[in-house]
């Protein structure tokens, strides 16, 4: 079956140093995948889709890359801030219909 | 600005009462869905429409309906709302039929059933 997984344990860093959150799927060829995050309490916020034919995509502090030969993405956010703390999903199109399948999601914490 | 509104941050409910939750967007998109979301378990898809009075089943749509009768408007119905029905509840619109399209997400409901 098709799966997406991501870290379940949260991921904690001092402010400064670059995280570096991980999602993998497997028995899928998908032609992007989406990047969210999401504070508690709250709806998921998109922040980044990396196409198939991208190897790397940059929007400020983040950074993501795409390699469709090991089915992973990466999401780094550089210079990382506690405001940068919440829970990263990442999400592919699995199921088409233009409907999106999430990971369960990483929480980053950031320290000062 | 795209927005999303839910009807309720907060409900509580009993044991075998009708709920609706609703969901209206601004952005005149064609498709809307509902997750709920639960520790461990992440956003599973219930039900999504891509057009007025369309709908399809989700990955987890057994003990819900819904509702799409104009095309800002996405109601999700709980027929008969169960304990394990208590969870955070998110409605999503999203433009189009491209794939590249951007979701976006309502803020929410958690529903609580007694």
């Known amino acids: 079956s098709q799966k997406i997984e991501q870290n379940s344990e949260a991921l904690n860093i001092q402010e400064g140093k670059t995280a570096t959150l991980t999602c993998n799927y497997t028995?899928?060829?998908?032609?992007?995948l989406q990047w969210y995050r999401q504070d508690p309490g709250r709806g998921p916020v998109f922040l980044l889709l990396?196409?198939?034919?991208?190897k790397e995509k940059r929007k400020e502090r983040l950074k993501v890359t795409f390699d469709t030969t090991l089915k992973q993405s990466l999401f780094h956010i550089t210079a990382s801030q506690p405001a940068d703390s919440a829970t990263y999903l990442c999400?592919?199109?699995?199921?088409?219909?233009?409907?999106?399948?999430f990971g369960k999601g990483t929480m980053l914490l950031v320290s000062p | 600005d795209v927005k999303v509104t839910q009807s309720s941050r907060y409900l509580v409910k009993r044991t075998g009462e009708k709920v609706f939750l609703e969901c209206v967007q601004d952005?005149?998109?064609?498709?809307m869905f509902w997750y709920r979301q639960d520790p461990g378990l992440g956003l599973r898809l219930i039900y999504f429409?891509?057009?007025?009075?369309?709908?399809e089943k989700g990955d987890i749509p057994e003990g819900y309906s819904v509702s799409r009768e104009k095309k800002e408007r996405f109601s999700l119905i709980l027929e008969s709302a169960s304990t394990n029905q208590t969870s955070m509840y998110l409605c999503?619109?999203?433009?189009?039929?491209?794939?590249?399209?951007?979701?976006?997400f309502g803020p929410g409901t958690r529903l609580t059933v007694l």
């Open positions: 999503a619109s999203r433009s189009g039929l491209a794939s590249t399209d951007t979701q976006y």
């Open positions: 028995n899928y060829s998908p032609a992007y």
């Open positions: 990396i196409r198939e034919n991208e």
């Open positions: 999400a592919l199109d699995l199921r088409g219909y233009s409907t999106l399948t």
């Open positions: 952005m005149d998109h064609e498709n």
């Open positions: 429409s891509y057009d007025v009075k369309m709908k």
